[in-house]
């Protein structure tokens, strides 16, 4: 096949594509979201979700700085060497 036929249908299939896609919904909803014009209504349930899982994880990262301390101040813990393959 020449350069030209192959050029040929790649512009009939991917422009008759592209068409089909800027008159549909789908396309009509990414070009407003390429244009900033999108609507996200806020879901208060959502919300207040997101705000205990951020709860949770502060909770969680303050437990592991504990757990974290108490291991470094215990008087039998002992050194971890560098490992086998280290020089």
Not at 44 to 61: I, K, M, N, S, T
């Amino acid at each position: 096949m020449d350069l030209e036929g192959l050029f040929a249908i790649t512009f009939l299939f991917g422009g008759g594509t592209l068409i089909l896609l800027s008159i549909s919904p789908v396309g009509r909803a990414l070009a407003d979201r390429l244009r900033g014009r999108v609507e996200r209504p806020m879901d208060p349930e959502l919300l207040a979700e997101v705000d205990a899982l951020r709860q949770e994880v502060a909770e969680l990262h303050e437990r592991v700085d504990f757990a974290e301390r108490i291991l470094l101040n215990s008087p039998d813990r002992k050194e971890i060497g560098r490992g086998e393959g280290a020089g």
